[in-house]
Nanobody
Framework: QVQLVASGGGLVQAGGSLRLSCAASRIIFGINTMGWYRQAPGKQRELVATMTSSGSTEYLGSVKGRFTISRDNAKNTVYLQMNSLKPEDTAVYFC???????????WGQGTQVTVSS
């Protein structure tokens, strides 16, 4: 079992920035993916950004160029730097940590991001 603790959400004005952090209580050696998903009211959960243990990244098209995902393996932590925030970025952001072929799949508690216009 891995516990994911997310932090960094908050209320910002459009055009502002936030940095989300998610720390894993333990590491699992080998291939894995850490990243962020979000869910806005009345909408489906969607992938925001992920990074594999080898450094490959995937981004939601609407955040490409504005958000940057990074990992600090020494701290077992994944970050999401969010710049040029828009009201449509408002959602609960969930941290995710998973292994290949669904071997494991852990989720954080979610952190609220609200962007005012």
């Amino acid at each position: 079992q891995v516990q994911l603790v997310a932090s960094g959400g908050g209320l910002v004005q459009a055009g502002g920035s936030l940095r989300l952090s998610c720390a894993a209580s333990r590491i699992i050696f080998g291939i894995n993916t850490m990243g962020w998903y979000r869910q806005a009211p009345g909408k489906q959960r969607e992938l925001v950004a992920t990074m594999t243990s080898s450094g490959s990244t995937e981004y939601l098209g609407s955040v490409k160029g504005r958000f940057t995902i990074s990992r600090d393996n020494a701290k077992n932590t994944v970050y999401l730097q969010m710049n040029s925030l828009k009201p449509e970025d408002t959602a609960v952001y969930f941290c995710n940590y998973r292994g290949p072929w669904g071997g494991y799949d852990f989720w954080g508690q979610g952190t609220q991001v609200t962007v005012s216009s």
